[in-house]
């Protein structure tokens, strides 16, 4: 039994990672329906300053903050520079940009900062079941969940971004600056996604350190429906236990393919994802 807590507790505490990276995914995929392949790539760049400033200053929450700013100054730069010039551009073209911007930062931070691992640690405990670590983690996607909710629902900046999503014609119409609410929200997005790659990062950080996790993130977001928030954190938390059960009962050499079986099965039942909206029927 105490096995099976321990894995459970792990478990939530690797799906809020998923979560969160997903979520980053499911945001920008609502504005533009683009998968930004990217994110992976803007998160390290994020976490790398955040490693360089803590360096510098000998305080892990200044690189925090660090990180979070430079998330969002790099998906505006992203939105701004690369995506807007693309719109009425077919998704295949903006698709290729993010995948080649993937891999023009992944060679970047390479040269900056060399391909060796590079430590960096938790500002707290991470051993044990259910460490100080797994607490922040759960905590901070809990928070950003809220905070998103909160957002969309009862802000006006939400309304419109959601408009802006949604309808953008209409909004703009309607005198929805929907150019800047789309980079709002690729802003708030990548910061997200930075969040989420300070939860993963430690120990150590390197070019590739985010590639299996954003495998997973991709699967988290497909599972709860890529149009849903909701579903992106619920998907990357059943991720996250179903990944931690199959390690522990039965080896971590089977958990990329029980990610693909739990996908696979999830999808079969449920194309769409298990928090799509159902499309209207016509009649």
């Known amino acids: 039994m105490d096995h099976f807590v321990s894995l459970t507790l792990n478990g939530l505490a690797e799906g809020a990672v998923y979560a969160a990276l997903g979520l980053s995914l499911v945001i920008i995929y609502q504005a533009t329906r683009v998968v930004n392949f990217a994110q992976?790539?803007?998160?390290?760049?994020?976490?790398?300053?955040?490693?360089?400033?803590?360096?510098?200053?000998?305080?892990?929450?200044?690189?925090?903050?660090?990180?979070?700013?430079?998330?969002?100054?790099?998906g505006v730069v992203t939105e701004r520079v690369l995506i807007r010039p693309l719109r009425g551009a077919t998704p295949l073209g903006a698709i290729i940009t993010t995948l080649g911007l993937l891999l023009v930062l992944q060679g970047v931070a390479g040269m900056v900062w060399g391909t060796e691992p590079i430590g960096f640690g938790y500002p707290m405990d991470y051993r044990g079941r259910f460490s100080p670590a797994d607490a922040f983690t759960l905590g901070a996607v809990a928070a950003v969940a809220a905070a998103l909710f909160a957002l969309y629902r009862f802000t006006p900046l939400g309304l419109r971004m959601r408009a802006a999503a949604l309808r953008p014609e209409s909004a703009r119409l309607s005198g929805v600056p929907v150019g800047l609410m789309l980079t709002a929200g690729w802003g708030i997005a990548s910061l997200i996604g930075a969040l989420a790659g300070m939860l993963a990062a430690p120990p150590f950080i390197f070019?590739?350190?985010?590639?299996?996790?954003?495998?997973?993130?991709?699967?988290?977001?497909?599972?709860?429906?890529?149009?849903?928030?909701?579903?992106?954190?619920?998907?990357?938390?059943?991720?996250?236990?179903?990944?931690?059960?199959?390690?522990?009962y039965a080896g971590a050499d089977l958990t990329t393919l029980a990610a693909l079986a739990i996908l696979v099965?999830?999808?079969?039942?449920?194309?769409?994802g298990l928090f799509a909206r159902t499309p209207a029927r016509k009649v």
């Open 40 to 74: 992976p790539a803007l998160a390290l760049i994020a976490v790398y300053l955040a490693s360089t400033v803590t360096r510098a200053t000998g305080n892990y929450w200044l690189g925090f903050a660090a990180a979070l700013a430079a998330g969002l100054v790099l």
């Open 207 to 248: 070019p590739n350190v985010f590639d299996a996790v954003f495998v997973y993130a991709i699967a988290a977001a497909v599972l709860g429906g890529l149009e849903s928030p909701f579903g992106a954190v619920a998907g990357g938390m059943l991720l996250g236990l179903g990944l931690s059960y199959v390690s522990g």
């Open 265 to 272: 099965v999830v999808l079969s039942l449920r194309p769409d």
